[in-house]
């Protein structure tokens, strides 16, 4: 098994649109190609089941 000890990024397509997703030790984020603001997660949040909520949260903020 490799260790995750720097940031992996990788580029998606989602409904013809690119996004960034940067998987690292502290968590993940995916945001628009281009753009520094995105969603973040921690691996906390998800493996506690937090992650629906902290979404929501990330998404109302960025919203607003």
């Avoid at 000890?5 to 990788?10: F, I, N, W």
């Avoid at 580029?11 to 998987?23: C, N, Q």
């Amino acid at each position: 098994m490799i260790k995750l000890d720097k940031p992996l990024r990788r580029e998606l397509k989602i409904a013809d649109r690119l996004y960034t997703l940067v998987i690292d030790p502290s968590g993940l984020k995916i945001a628009p190609k281009g753009h520094r603001k995105g969603v973040d997660m921690t691996w906390k949040d998800l493996i506690n089941g937090d992650a629906a909520i902290a979404a929501a949260l990330n998404a109302s903020l960025q919203n607003g």
